[in-house]
């Protein structure tokens, strides 16, 4: 895909099949997203029936805070035409801060306050931003595995990020349809029922 943006060096697309690593999403009518922000690489991930488009977007940087998240934005609208149209029924998890980084976290924070703003624009569903240490423990089984030592691919780490991310978009998934069954069947809609 051929970016129009003038700060866009170079959007990467690749389909991937969905392992059934988690069955039970089958049952659900969601569709799952990934997102691993970035000021200059933007890892995404998203269902597509039985696959999974993973991409990776390398842009130049750009120092103006407000014209960067303007840019993020565009780049965000022009790539959703690949996206499924979900409205309201998208589960999408955004990568939140990794506490143990120290440079560019305002910059980070402020594209993932973009992405969250683009979601809701649209909307497009329910997001959680969730740290990097959460997503490795939920969906590795470790924190301290990352998604280039679980998978081995040659996507980039960016694009690895996203998958993990659309990985815990659907765990996430799956525990609400098992929360929403539990108040089923002890006859509550009280949402702080205990698992």
């Not at 842009?59 to 959703?80: A, F, G, L, Y």
């Not at 931003?129 to 691919?153: C, H, L, M, N």
């Amino acid at each position: 895909m051929q970016s129009k943006l003038t700060n866009v060096r170079k959007l990467t697309l690749w389909e991937i099949d969905l392992p059934d690593v988690i069955e039970a999403t089958r049952y659900t009518r969601s569709d799952f997203y990934g997102y691993d922000p970035g000021t200059v690489n933007i890892g995404l991930a998203w269902t597509r029936s039985r696959s999974v488009m993973v991409a990776k977007l390398e842009m130049e940087r750009i120092k103006n805070p407000v014209e960067r998240m303007k840019e993020i934005s565009r780049v965000m609208s022009e790539i959703e035409v690949s996206m499924p149209q979900t409205h309201g029924f998208g589960v999408h998890v955004i990568e939140g801060a990794s506490f143990l980084d120290k440079f560019r976290q305002v910059e980070l924070a402020e594209a993932r306050a973009t992405i969250l703003w683009w979601i809701e624009a649209y909307e497009m569903g329910v997001t959680h931003i969730v740290p990097p240490v959460s997503i490795r423990k939920r969906v590795f089984g470790d924190v301290k595995i990352k998604a280039t030592d679980f998978w081995e691919s040659d996507l980039p780490t960016d694009a690895l990020a996203a998958l993990s991310c659309l990985y815990r978009a659907m765990q996430l998934a799956v525990e609400a349809e098992r929360m929403k069954l539990r108040r089923l069947e002890l006859g509550t809609e009280d949402e702080n029922v205990e698992k």
